[in-house]
């Protein structure tokens, strides 16, 4: 999608909750992980949110839209 919108992964948040996520949520400018993610994916992005049920998902969309 970064690429479609001329954005690098470095001017991209990522938001993921799963070990397949971990690459790109690395190589984004804002890697964000999910509460119910496990560990390992918490420690490689750079903010953790609320688990999905406990509106995660909707704090996520907030702190990648004032990424800049």
Same mark, same amino acid.
């Given at each position: 999608?970064?690429? &479609?919108l001329g954005l690098?992964?470095?001017q991209a948040a990522m /938001?993921?909750?799963g070990e397949n996520d971990l690459e790109l949520i =690395?190589?984004?400018g804002l890697g964000i992980a999910?509460?119910?993610?496990p560990?390992? /994916? =918490?420690r490689a992005a750079q903010r953790v949110v609320e688990r999905v049920e406990n509106c995660g998902?909707?704090?996520a969309l907030a702190?990648? &839209?004032i990424f800049k």
């Open positions: 999608m970064a690429g &479609r690098s992964l470095a /938001v993921g909750d =690395k190589a984004a999910m509460g119910n993610a560990e390992q /994916v =918490k998902l909707a704090e702190l990648a &839209r």
